[in-house]
């Protein structure tokens, strides 16, 4: 089918849906995979981590100055709505936290979890598309090799910022001023 004989999906469709785990990317609703226990453990532990040490200035000794949220819908143009399993938000850019379905406001970070249903996806579709759309950091953490990549757009791309494994501990842009043990997003636990 031709794209101008196709109807692209809008956030419309999406809702219709009802409480099913959707996004839509280059106008298709593509369904979300139930998660494994290790994508929903890197999740929540970075979830987690960003929100203790960035959401509140002060917060667990940290700078603050960030709105943090998970699985939210984020609407990047009418036929590309994406729920990014973390996000961040700078408040100074932000002034109150992101609110409604989808979120219409750009994401300045953004964290993806990789499954074996949708690595292709974070990796390619949303990499583009995120790029495109000026998200100026971009996180895939990937629990089947326990691989963290951190990318910054530089120019209309983006560019390596660091890998990392367990065992390192990280100053990851743009979250430089938290220590991150790499380890702690696959699993490891400190005690």
């Not at 390192?168 to 005690?191: I, T």
Request: glycine share 10%.
């Amino acid at each position: 089918m031709s794209d101008a004989a196709r109807k692209f999906a809008t956030f419309q469709d999406l809702a219709a849906l009802g409480d099913v785990s959707a996004e839509i990317i280059q106008g298709v609703i593509v369904y979300k995979a139930d998660p494994s226990a290790e994508h929903g453990d890197a999740q929540l532990a970075l979830g987690a981590l960003l929100r203790q040490h960035f959401h509140r200035k002060g917060g667990a000794g940290g700078p603050g100055g960030w709105w943090i949220l998970t699985e939210v819908d984020v609407a990047f143009a009418e036929h590309e709505i994406y729920r990014p399993d973390v996000a961040g938000w700078r408040r100074d850019q932000v002034l109150e936290r992101p609110t409604g379905r989808p979120i219409a406001v750009r994401p300045d970070f953004i964290c993806e979890i990789l499954s074996e249903s949708n690595a292709a996806t974070d990796q390619v579709d949303k990499f583009r598309a995120y790029a495109a759309s000026s998200v100026p950091f971009y996180w895939i953490a990937d629990p089947g090799r326990k691989i963290l990549t951190v990318y910054r757009l530089e120019g209309d791309g983006y560019a390596v910022a660091l890998h990392a494994k367990p065992g390192e501990v990280v100053n990851a842009p743009p979250f430089e001023a938290f220590a991150l043990s790499v380890g702690l997003l696959f699993g490891d636990d400190p005690d």
